[in-house]
């Protein structure tokens, strides 16, 4: 079974589809327009929450981050003058820079994703919806916001004027997803919000 997957709600609906359904036999393909920097490193939100909810750190009282993380860091960085756009927990954090340390090192998404995976133990397949840069981006009264400011810094207060997919006009289905797609019947587009 493949589950498209974007935000906290489908998270939530793999959760009880694994009553039903092995790990094994679940491959989510995940929302990347929402990915940003933080500090030198991507941050991909939504591949997190699901590779955190296979692997049992989620977070479910709020459903992203990791469970009885710690902000040690984060703290330290505002007590410098460092705001971050995410408040991202250590243990959070630490998957962040392995993703990027694999990317600097020339490892694609969908690779550095792979191997989070493995290295988490996770037996469902978790692939990034695509390789390339594509942001959500929202003209507000207050001006364009990637999505993560719209949302985390500004909390969706400012009225929206326009939305637009930067990048979207790039990005192509990688290997590993179009054999995703061409062995499995049975696709779940699931919700983003609950």
């Keep these: 079974m ?7 709600g489908t998270p ?10 092995p790990d094994e ?20 939100p ?10 049992g750190y989620l977070d479910v009282r709020k459903w992203w981050g990791i469970q009885s993380d710690t902000f040690h860091t ?3 960085l505002k007590r410098l003058g460092v705001n971050e756009k995410l408040m991202l927990g250590d243990a959070d954090r630490a998957t962040c820079i392995f993703r990027s340390e694999l990317m600097r090192k020339g490892a694609s998404l969908t690779d550095a994703t792979l191997q989070l995976s493995s290295a988490l133990g996770i037996k469902s397949r978790v692939l990034p919806m695509c390789d390339e840069k594509v942001d ?6 207050q001006g364009l916001m990637h999505f993560q400011e719209f949302w985390v810094g500004a909390r969706g207060e ?7 997919i930067e990048g979207i006009e790039k990005a192509k289905p990688t290997t590993e997803l179009k054999e995703a797609l061409d062995s499995e019947d049975n696709v779940i587009i699931g919700p983003s919000n609950p």
């Design 74 to 76: 984060n703290n330290a």
């Design 158 to 164: 400012p009225d929206v004027i326009d939305l637009k």
């Design 136 to 141: 959500t981006m929202i003209n507000t009264s």
């Design 12 to 21: 939530k609906l793999l959760q009880g589809l694994r009553r039903i359904i």
């Design 2 to 8: 493949i589950v498209l997957s974007g935000g906290t």
């Design 46 to 55: 939504d591949v997190d929450t699901v590779l955190y909810l296979f692997s």
């Design 25 to 44: 036999e679940i491959t989510v393909i995940v929302n990347t327009a929402e990915d940003i920097m933080v500090s030198g490193n991507l941050v991909t």
